[in-house]
């Protein structure tokens, strides 16, 4: 391990370890004993990061891309060479099952290499002119500072996803990484100063008042984007901070994907697709099936496959091998869900696999199967972050696609038919973002992964994922 057990971690300012007499406690969910102490960083300090992000900013735009490149293609190997240790980092602070982490390490990774590779391909254009005495160009260089707030559900891949396409930029980087898990991110911020990075182009700050923090620095004039994932509320707030100092937001929030299977569909494979759309990371990712909408004349045999596949899921430590489910995040965590189980039970949802009774103890929660589930309830309008599968049945395509788009929410979706024209017809009728057709496994770093409605602003990832960072700028020259 990088970082022994109950040993003092440190927040990174200038490429230098913080020290501080105020830690901030970071805590394993799956028994709750201390992992590590944590220096955290005061608005002052944050002042001082702000200042050499802003300088490093400048030195950055004198770099070439392809040296920013290079050093991206440095820490992408960095990153895949210690994927042992970073996947028990993850599995120790977050909870996920050891398989889960070391993909989460490769998913990680392949951000840094495809934004290693999109460095060099950010160009300028020329345009007809009005006259022909002009010469009209355009020009794209980095937005500035970026301060990014990071979630605790993917403490690695959420911090390459924005750091990577960022630096490739020629931005640099501020980060506030969830306060339930910062060790990944200081880990890895390690990791691209080994490989190079400038000292002031990718700092941690971690803070147990992370509101106010984030409140000091989003007024900041110096910081010109800001980048977030994590809750709508949460997302929306600041937002409107944002316009004080008219920044530019990228916002990956909240989802409530609908998985639709059409009476057409192959029941074992859109099973397989379920399995992981709902079940990896314990439930707890934006992309999850929330609402699992079965055709009437297959629910039977869909659930009787279902129940066999989720009663077959081990619930246990992450480190322990053969755990398909680790803790939730924590208590509170499990406590929200089931009581959108036991709403939704009220409200006349019948629980088939588990009962709430029989949950395990800690942050630790079986499966839930909850069938009859509708519109009405809270569990179809809320992002539910467990690992319950809520059914609802359905007659017809229309009804279908109608109830699917009925939520705030517009991130991912899942279709699974056999007619090709069919899937056509809804992923087309659908308003959401990212569309699984047939598939439940839908992120890679090539894809430009985001939401529409209230699930965000902006995309990450795929060729769209760099321009976030990038401001056009045009000249018009009299020649
Ligand atoms: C998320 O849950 O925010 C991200 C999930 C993913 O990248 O697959």
Redesign the pocket.
């Known amino acids: 391990m990088m970082f022994k057990k109950g040993q003092t971690a440190y927040s990174l300012i200038n490429g230098t370890d913080h020290d501080s007499h105020e830690l901030l406690s970071v805590r394993n969910p799956a028994d709750d004993s201390l992992l590590a102490n944590v220096t955290q960083v005061n608005t002052v300090e944050a002042d001082f990061a702000v200042e050499v992000a802003s300088e490093c900013f400048e030195q950055l735009k004198k770099s070439t891309a392809q040296a920013r490149s290079n050093i991206l293609y440095k820490w992408y190997q960095l990153i895949m060479d210690n994927q042992s240790r970073l996947a028990e980092l993850v599995t120790l602070e977050q909870g996920k099952p050891i398989q889960e982490s070391k993909a989460e390490v490769v ?1 990680a990774a392949g951000y840094v290499r495809w934004f290693a590779q999109q460095a060099e391909r950010v160009c300028g254009t020329v345009i007809p002119a009005h006259t022909p005495n002009h010469q009209i160009t355009t020009h794209k260089q980095g937005v500035g500072v970026v301060l990014g707030i990071t ?1 605790w ?2 403490p690695l ?2 911090v390459t ?1 924005k750091v990577a396409p960022a630096y490739a930029a020629g931005c640099s980087f501020i980060l506030k990484p969830s306060e339930l898990t910062p060790l990944s991110a200081i880990e890895l911020a390690k990791l691209a100063l080994q490989a190079g990075m400038e000292q002031g182009a990718f700092q941690v700050l971690v803070s147990d008042n992370p509101q106010a923090l984030i409140r000091h620095l989003n007024s900041k004039k110096i910081i010109r984007k800001l980048t977030f ?1 994590g809750s709508t509320q949460v997302g929306k707030l600041l937002y409107a901070q944002c316009v004080e100092t008219m920044k530019r937001a990228s916002l ?1 929030l909240g ?1 409530n994907a609908p998985f639709i299977v059409f009476d057409s569909a192959n029941i074992e494979s859109a099973i397989d697709g379920l399995m992981i759309a709902k079940f ?2 314990a439930g ?5 099936a929330n609402r699992v909408f079965v055709h009437r004349d297959i629910k039977a045999e869909f659930l009787e496959q279902l129940i066999r596949r989720v009663d077959s899921l081990k619930v246990g430590n992450g480190l322990i091998a053969g755990s398909d489910i680790g803790p939730l995040i924590n208590q509170a965590a499990k406590t929200k869900a089931c009581e959108l189980v036991e709403d939704a039970i009220a409200a006349g949802a019948n629980c088939i696999v588990q009962n709430i009774e029989e949950l395990q103890t800690g942050a630790f929660m079986s499966p839930v199967i909850l069938d009859m589930v509708v519109p009405d309830m809270k569990i179809f309008q809320s992002e539910i972050f467990a690992p319950v599968v809520s059914i609802i049945e359905f007659d017809s395509e229309l009804q279908v696609t109608s109830l699917a788009n009925a939520v705030d929410a517009g991130l991912a979706a899942y279709v699974y038919s056999a007619s090709m024209k069919q899937v056509s017809r809804v992923s087309n009728a659908l308003n959401f973002g990212m569309v699984g057709i047939n598939e439940g496994a ?2 890679n770093p090539a894809a430009p ?1 985001g939401g529409m409605k209230e699930s965000g602003l902006g995309r990450e990832g795929g060729i769209e994922g760099i321009d976030e960072y990038l401001e056009t700028r045009y000249f018009c020259q009299h020649i």
């Open positions: 998913y979630p559900n993917f891949a959420m996803r994932t990956e989802g990896r990371n707890q990712t934006c992309i999850a839908i992120s992964f």
